[in-house]
């Protein structure tokens, strides 16, 4: 696992624009992959978060303007 490309989950809960509590119940409804470490964080790879984002962003898009599409 390069470190580089895992972010802590505050710094994905951040880049999403959610809490850290809802990031975490996502992980647990499998909508976003993580990894809890033995030391209880969880860690969350960069391109998971980039993927879920885009998700966000589409539906976001979407409510806004349904005729977008």
């Known amino acids: 696992m390069r470190e580089e490309n895992w972010l802590r989950a505050g ?3 951040k880049r999403l624009q ?3 509590q809802t990031l975490y119940r996502w992980t647990q ?3 976003i ?7 209880g964080q969880h860690k969350y790879e960069e391109s998971e978060v980039e ?3 885009l998700l966000i ?7 806004d303007n349904p ?3």
């Open 11 to 13: 710094k994905a809960a």
């Open 67 to 69: 005729r977008a599409l």
């Open 33 to 39: 992959y993580g990894l809890e470490q033995p030391s």
């Open 18 to 20: 959610i809490s850290r």
């Open 29 to 31: 409804k499998g909508y």
């Open 57 to 63: 962003l589409g539906n976001r898009r979407f409510k």
């Open 51 to 53: 993927r879920v984002r």
